[in-house]
C-alpha cells in the first residue's frame, strides 16, 4: 500500500510515477476524499477542544451555581457538542470505509531504478549464462512427451480425479520432484537462508497484506465454510509470520526459504500452454523471502537473485536474466528480475522465477515494523522474495535440456546423489 501522506503531499509525482505502469490508475478520488477527511478531523478536533473546555467550566459551576442559567446553557451546549462530534465520527468512517479499498487498488510505485517501458518487449536483458550447455540436437521432445513415455508423467488420469492442468508424478516423476525439494532447501539453506514449514491455508488478511486481495481474487482458490484460501505461493504466508509486529533492527534481515505447495486459478491464461508443467493449478515451489532495512534493501535484493540463480548454475540449465521495465511489474513490486530458462521445445526462453523488491509496500499493508535501539518511533522494514525455483518448470527443464537420443534422460550431477542414479 502507498504511503497516504506521500499521495498527500506529492500528488503530481506519485501520478506521474503510475502513469509509468500499465493499467489506469487516478489518485484523484483518493486525494479529495483524504482532504475531506482530514478537514472533518480538523472541525472534530476543535470540537473535542470546546468540549472539554465546557466540561471544565461545568465543574467550577457546579460548585457555585449549580442550578443557574448559566450551568444550564453550558450542560445543553456540551450536549450539542457531544452530538455533533459523534455525526462528525461516522461521517469520517464512511469516508474512511471508502478510502480504504482505493488505496488497497494502488499498485506499488517503480523504483527510480526500474526501466521505464510500456510492456514486456521493453524489458532489459541483463546477462545470459550457460550456453555451452544448450542442446545441440534440432531432434528433442517437449517434456510432456518425454515424461509420458518415461511413464513419470501422467495428466490423463490426473483429469479424471481432479480435472485439466494437474499432474500426476509417477515412480521416477515423483522422486525427481521430491529430489528437487531437497536439493534446492539445501542450497538455500546453505547460503543462509532459514527453513520453515508455514500453514498451507492462508486467511484473507494475510492475502491482503502481500498483495494478492483484493485485485486478483478470482486468481485464487477459496474454501467456502472458512475464511481461507489455497496458498497460490509461499511468499504469503511467510510474509505474514510477522504481521503487526514491530522487530528490533539488530534482528535485520531475516531470511526464509520454504517449500510449499502452490494453488492458482490461471485466470486469464486459457489457451496459453495448455499441455505440460509450465502452468498448472497446483505445483511445488521453493520461495526465498528476506525481511530488511531500508538502507541495504537493494544489495539484498542483487544477492536474492543470486541465490535463485545459483540453483540454475548448479543444475546446468542455461538461462537468462531480465530486468523487468515498469509496464512489466507485479502489482506489489517495485523493482523485479526474472530468472528465464531454456526450453528447447519452445527455442525459447520460460520464466522460472521472479524475484522483487517490495520496499515498503507489503510492510505497510501487513503492519511490519523494526525499531533502532535508542529511538522512540517505528519504521517498516523491506520485504523481497523470489522463486528458488518453481519446481515444475525445473523438473520440465531437466527433461528437455537433458533428454538422450535414445529417450532416456541423464540426471544433471548435482541430482544424482538425491536420486542415486544417473538416467531417468
Known amino acids: ?26 489518485i484523484q478520488p483518493i486525494v479529495q476524499l483524504d482532504q475531506q477527511q482530514r478537514s472533518l478531523e480538523q472541525e472534530r478536533s476543535q470540537l473535542q477542544a470546546r468540549s472539554n473546555e465546557i466540561g471544565k467550566l461545568v465543574g467550577q459551576k457546579m460548585k457555585t451555581d449549580p442550578q443557574g442559567a448559566e450551568t444550564q446553557a453550558l450542560r445543553e451546549e456540551g450536549s450539542q457538542v457531544k452530538a455533533k462530534i459523534g455525526e462528525l465520527e461516522t461521517q469520517e468512517k464512511a469516508l474512511e470505509f471508502q478510502l480504504q479499498p482505493l488505496l488497497l487498488a494502488l499498485p506499488n510505485l517503480p523504483s ?63 522422486a525427481l520432484e521430491r529430489a528437487l525439494i531437497q536439493f534446492m532447501l539445501d542450497r538455500q539453506t546453505a547460503a543462509g537462508y532459514i527453513e520453515v514449514i508455514p500453514p498451507f491455508l492462508v486467511n484473507s488478511q494475510s492475502l491482503l497484506g502481500t498483495g494478492q486481495l483484493p485485485k486478483f481474487a478470482e486468481d485464487l482458490f477459496k474454501c467456502d465454510s472458512d475464511d481461507l484460501w ?65 538502507s541495504t534493501s537493494e544489495a539484498e535484493h542483487q544477492t536474492l537473485v543470486q541465490n535463485a540463480e545459483a540453483i540454475l548454475q548448479a543444475l546446468q540449465l542455461p538461462y537468462r536474466t531480465i530486468e523487468l521495465c515498469t509496464g512489466d511489474l507485479g502489482f506489489g513490486a517495485a523493482k523485479c528480475y526474472d530468472l528465464e530458462v531454456w526450453l528447447p521445445s519452445a527455442s525459447k526462453y520460460r520464466e522460472i522465477s521472479s524475484c522483487s523488491n517490495f520496499g515498503d509496500f507489503q510492510a505497510r499493508r501487513a503492519n511490519i515494523r523494526f ?16 522463486s528458488g525455483l518453481a519446481v515444475g518448470r525445473t523438473m520440465a527443464a531437466i527433461l528437455e535440456n537433458y533428454q538422450q537420443p535414445d529417450g532416456t534422460v541423464r540426471l544433471p550431477e548435482a541430482l544424482q546423489p538425491y536420486l542415486k542414479r544417473e538416467i531417468l
Not at 522487530?247 to 495448455?274: K, N, Q, V, W
Not at 522512540?376 to 523470489?386: D, R, V, Y
Open 1 to 26: 500500500m502507498l504511503d497516504l501522506r506521500q499521495l498527500r503531499e506529492n500528488p503530481d509525482q506519485i501520478q506521474a510515477r503510475l502513469n509509468q505502469r500499465q493499467g489506469h490508475y487516478d
Open 112 to 174: 527510480s531504478t526500474t526501466p521505464i517501458g510500456a510492456s514486456e518487449d521493453e524489458n532489459l536483458e541483463v546477462r545470459r549464462w550457460g550456453d555451452e550447455y544448450l542442446p545441440q540436437s534440432s531432434q528433442l521432445l517437449p517434456h510432456w512427451e518425454i515424461g509420458e513415455k518415461l511413464g513419470i508423467l501422467n495428466f490423463e488420469r490426473s483429469t479424471k480425479i481432479a480435472q485439466s492442468r494437474f499432474v500426476t508424478l509417477i515412480g521416477a516423476g515423483a
Open 230 to 294: 489455497l496458498t497460490p505461493t509461499a511468499e504469503v504466508p511467510v510474509t505474514n509470520l510477522y504481521s503487526n509486529e514491530i522487530l528490533p533492527a539488530e534482528a535485520l534481515p531475516i531470511y526464509h526459504c520454504a517449500y510449499t505447495p502452490c494453488f492458482r486459478r490461471e485466470a486469464g491464461s486459457y489457451g496459453r500452454d495448455t499441455r505440460g508443467l509450465i502452468r498448472l493449478h497446483q505445483f511445488n515451489k521453493v520461495e526465498l523471502v528476506k525481511f530488511v532495512h531500508p
Open 371 to 386: 525499531k533502532e535501539a535508542g529511538q522512540k518511533g517505528t519504521q517498516l522494514l523491506h520485504t523481497l522474495n523470489g
